[in-house]
């Protein structure tokens, strides 16, 4: 028990996970469910950045001629986490591309409503 | 080095890089230079499978100036030629024989953004097909995904809109659980190149630790996969994003996204995880069980359909089922019988969405089989090829469909006990409802009607004719010549163990 607590980084991430897998799974509003994908993507990189990050060690740019490996971090995990949110960002903007798309059609943001509005208007 | 083994590169790039080139061209240049890039991916890679096959065994190619375990890396065998010669191929084919109908589907200044679409869908294949970097095949699942949505919504109606949503959706969930999965792995073996990452987990496997992490890591990864590729409870995406897009995309996103995943899959669990481990954890049960019931919901579903791309795309959701029954099976037979069908069903899916895009037109553009009757002699080439087709799905002999049945029912007794009832039983089943609803429509096609049609039949164009030749002669070839595909599948898999 006392261990989950030292690794408090981590579990505030799956919780944040589990928040957002929730909402973009189960929510109707289009909109929240881009805000719990967001929660989801940010989630698996706090996980990464935490478990990159070494208490007492530094940033791998060697300034004070200190070569030895032990005094730095492996720089990548910040570098996945960076291109993690490259990507994360494009699906947002794709998301929300369509939901602009779909609330001018249906002027709606309800996803189910949508789905009934366009199986009407085919017939 | 020798100069060829850089081929798997050129794939991946040269798609990639006219992607961007091609976002400026004007529509008629940029459709000429996307055929000319998607065959020249095609040439490429079935000449790569020739020299891979007289090469005999697999490589890494060193991308960048790091060597392994901190660079990135492309590994190819005797498997990833095959299928990026498969999946180049199709996807050439698919292109050209959609192409045409572009003018309808898509606004006139948007077709090269299409064009753009497609020559990141190809990168991303090949990518995902040719990475040994787990990092690296997550970033080009995700452009594949991108990509895919936005070739669903290219034709713009409600219902392709809602599509798309939909498909992102399910998407993203999976890929989150996916990234969620790479990420755990990562953290647990300190390697993101799938060769270092498997010795490292053949450490921990031994020496006992970590062994939940290690579940829940294949769990995740393998949900996630199969998420994204429309397994059974996971496909109500699937009829919308198939049936109302435009043809080449509905070609393209039936036969080789989903088969994008699986490929990936399969690739992991060989290259990563290792089948022992994999079999160990007992996660390819869950995936037999679903693929046994899609099998059976998909073909369900496809009876109850009266239209038919909506029919077709039911039937993917059935055939993603079979691929996965396969892989559930988690032995060598299994996983080849799984490769066979990845690539016969690839082949004949496509071309049944080309040809059933023709007979609708043929049928002044109604899809229900009301309107149908008689299509197939207003647009012969059309009914031809969806006969042949519907035949390969049905499993007639000498067609690709009915070699990898035979593969299934093989690969269940070799593994014996109730596997092998189940299998050979659902098998049965799920064969007798695709001959009640392929069949249906062929003779539909054939029925003769005197309603009469509004639009004058053109004349197919060239493209479009040589598109669905070559796909029934890939049908014929796959059926006729199946020993030397199953072969060569055998050593790639032999290759990547």
Same mark, same amino acid.
């Given at each position: 028990?006392?261990?989950?607590?030292?690794?408090?980084?981590? #579990?505030?991430?799956? #919780?944040?996970?589990? $928040?957002?897998f929730?909402?973009?799974?189960?929510?109707?509003?289009?909109?929240?469910? $881009? #805000?719990?994908?967001?929660?989801?993507?940010?989630?698996?990189?706090l996980?990464?950045?935490?478990?990159?990050?070494?208490?007492?060690?530094?940033?791998? $740019?060697v300034?004070?001629?200190?070569?030895?490996?032990?005094?730095?971090? #492996?720089?990548?995990?910040?570098?996945?986490?960076?291109?993690g949110?490259?990507?994360?960002?494009?699906?947002?903007?794709?998301m929300?591309?369509?939901?602009?798309?779909?609330?001018?059609?249906?002027?709606?943001?309800? $996803?189910?409503?949508?789905?009934?509005?366009?199986?009407?208007?085919?017939? | 080095?020798?100069?060829?083994?850089?081929?798997?590169?050129?794939?991946?790039?040269?798609? *990639?890089?006219?992607?961007?080139?091609?976002?400026?061209l004007?529509?008629?240049? =940029?459709?000429?230079?996307?055929?000319?890039?998607? &065959?020249?991916?095609?040439?490429?890679?079935?000449?790569?499978?020739?020299?891979?096959?007289?090469?005999?065994?697999?490589?890494?190619?060193?991308?960048?100036?790091?060597?392994?375990?901190?660079?990135?890396?492309?590994?190819?065998?005797?498997?990833?030629?095959?299928?990026?010669?498969?999946?180049?191929?199709?996807?050439?084919?698919?292109?050209?024989?959609?192409?045409?109908?572009?003018?309808? @589907?898509?606004?006139?200044?948007?077709?090269?953004?299409y064009?753009?679409?497609?020559?990141?869908?190809?990168?991303?294949?090949?990518?995902?097909?040719?990475?040994?970097?787990?990092?690296?095949?997550?970033?080009?699942?995700?452009?594949?995904?991108?990509?895919?949505?936005?070739?669903?919504?290219?034709?713009?109606?409600?219902?392709?809109?809602?599509?798309?949503t939909?498909?992102?959706?399910?998407?993203?969930?999976?890929?989150?659980?996916?990234?969620?999965?790479?990420?755990?792995?990562?953290?647990?073996?300190?390697?993101?190149? %799938?060769?270092?990452?498997?010795?490292?987990?053949?450490?921990?496997?031994?020496?006992?630790?970590?062994?939940?992490?290690?579940?829940?890591?294949? !769990?995740?990864?393998?949900?996630? *996969?199969?998420?994204?590729?429309?397994?059974?409870?996971? @496909?109500?995406?699937?009829?919308?994003?198939?049936?109302?897009?435009?043809?080449?995309?509905?070609?393209?996103?039936?036969?080789?996204?989903?088969?994008?995943?699986?490929?990936?899959?399969?690739?992991?669990?060989?290259?990563?995880?290792?089948?022992?481990?994999?079999? +160990?954890?007992?996660?390819?049960?869950?995936?037999?069980?679903?693929?046994?019931?899609?099998?059976? %919901?998909?073909?369900?579903?496809?009876?109850?359909?009266?239209?038919?791309?909506?029919?077709? !795309?039911?039937?993917?959701?059935?055939?993603?089922?079979?691929?996965?029954?396969?892989?559930?099976?988690?032995?060598?037979?299994?996983?080849?019988? =799984?490769?066979?069908?990845?690539?016969?069903?690839?082949?004949?899916?496509?071309?049944?969405?080309?040809?059933?895009?023709?007979?609708?037109?043929?049928?002044?553009?109604?899809?229900?089989?009301?309107?149908?009757?008689?299509?197939?002699?207003?647009?012969?080439?059309?009914?031809?090829?969806?006969?042949?087709?519907?035949?390969?799905?049905?499993?007639?002999?000498?067609l690709?469909?009915?070699?990898?049945?035979?593969?299934?029912?093989? =690969?269940?007794?070799?593994?014996?006990?109730? @596997?092998?009832?189940?299998?050979?039983?659902?098998?049965?089943?799920?064969?007798?409802?695709?001959t009640?609803?392929?069949?249906?429509?062929v003779?539909?096609?054939?029925?003769?009607?005197? @309603?009469?049609? +509004?639009?004058?039949?053109?004349?197919?164009?060239?493209?479009?004719?040589?598109?669905?030749?070559?796909? =029934?002669?890939?049908?014929?070839?796959?059926?006729v010549?199946?020993?030397? &595909?199953?072969?060569?599948?055998?050593?790639?898999?032999? %290759?990547?163990?």
């Open positions: 028990m006392l261990s989950m607590l030292g690794n408090y980084e981590e #579990i505030a991430a799956m #919780i944040l996970f589990g $928040i957002g929730t909402v973009l799974l189960l929510d109707k509003n289009m909109i929240k469910k $881009i #805000i719990g994908f967001s929660m989801t993507d940010s989630a698996v990189y996980f990464l950045a935490a478990k990159g990050f070494i208490r007492g060690r530094k940033a791998p $740019i300034v004070d001629g200190v070569t030895e490996m032990g005094a730095y971090i #492996i720089p990548i995990p910040a570098g996945l986490v960076l291109t949110i490259v990507v994360s960002v494009a699906c947002s903007a794709v929300l591309a369509l939901t602009v798309r779909l609330y001018r059609r249906y002027h709606t943001l309800d $996803i189910d409503k949508i789905t009934r509005l366009a199986r009407k208007e085919e017939k | 080095m020798e100069l060829w083994k850089s081929i798997p590169f050129v794939c991946i790039l040269l798609p *990639l890089g006219s992607a961007a080139a091609t976002s400026v004007k529509g008629k240049i =940029a459709k000429r230079w996307t055929g000319f890039v998607l &065959f020249a991916v095609s040439v490429l890679s079935a000449v790569f499978e020739v020299l891979m096959r007289f090469y005999g065994q697999s490589y890494t190619y060193m991308m960048g100036h790091y060597p392994a375990p901190w660079g990135n890396e492309i590994r190819a065998g005797e498997l990833e030629a095959v299928t990026a010669g498969f999946f180049a191929f199709i996807m050439f084919l698919s292109y050209i024989g959609g192409i045409k109908k572009l003018k309808e @589907h898509v606004l006139s200044d948007k077709h090269n953004l064009c753009v679409l497609m020559l990141l869908l190809d990168s991303a294949l090949m990518a995902q097909v040719y990475t040994n970097d787990i990092f690296t095949a997550y970033v080009f699942v995700e452009i594949m995904t991108i990509a895919a949505a936005a070739l669903i919504a290219a034709r713009t109606r409600g219902r392709t809109l809602v599509a798309a939909r498909y992102m959706i399910m998407n993203l969930i999976g890929s989150s659980l996916f990234l969620m999965g790479i990420i755990i792995l990562y953290d647990l073996t300190g390697h993101l190149l %799938m060769s270092n990452m498997h010795e490292a987990i053949d450490t921990l496997a031994k020496t006992g630790q970590y062994k939940e992490p290690l579940t829940v890591v294949i !769990a995740l990864i393998t949900i996630g *996969l199969a998420i994204k590729s429309g397994l059974f409870p996971f @496909h109500k995406w699937i009829p919308d994003a198939y049936g109302y897009s435009t043809p080449a995309s509905q070609a393209v996103l039936s036969s080789l996204v989903s088969k994008g995943y699986i490929f990936l899959l399969i690739k992991i669990i060989y290259r990563v995880i290792g089948l022992d481990l994999y079999k +160990e954890t007992g996660i390819h049960n869950v995936l037999f069980v679903f693929g046994l019931v899609g099998m059976l %919901m998909g073909s369900f579903s496809a009876i109850k359909q009266n239209d038919i791309r909506r029919m077709t !795309a039911y039937s993917s959701v059935a055939q993603i089922g079979y691929v996965f029954m396969g892989i559930g099976l988690g032995t060598q037979f299994g996983m080849m019988a =799984a490769m066979f069908h990845i690539f016969s069903h690839a082949v004949c899916k496509a071309m049944l969405f080309l040809a059933a895009g023709a007979l609708v037109d043929a049928s002044d553009h109604h899809d229900e089989f009301k309107y149908l009757r008689g299509s197939g002699y207003r647009a012969p080439l059309a009914g031809i090829a969806f006969s042949i087709g519907a035949l390969s799905m049905v499993g007639f002999p000498f690709g469909g009915f070699s990898s049945k035979l593969n299934f029912a093989l =690969a269940g007794l070799e593994y014996g006990g109730i @596997h092998a009832v189940l299998v050979v039983v659902v098998l049965m089943a799920s064969t007798a409802l695709n009640v609803y392929f069949l249906k429509t003779i539909t096609l054939y029925r003769i009607t005197d @309603h009469a049609y +509004e639009i004058p039949v053109k004349k197919p164009e060239f493209l479009f004719r040589v598109s669905l030749i070559l796909f =029934a002669l890939l049908n014929i070839g796959l059926g010549m199946s020993q030397y &595909f199953i072969n060569a599948i055998n050593r790639g898999i032999i %290759m990547f163990g």
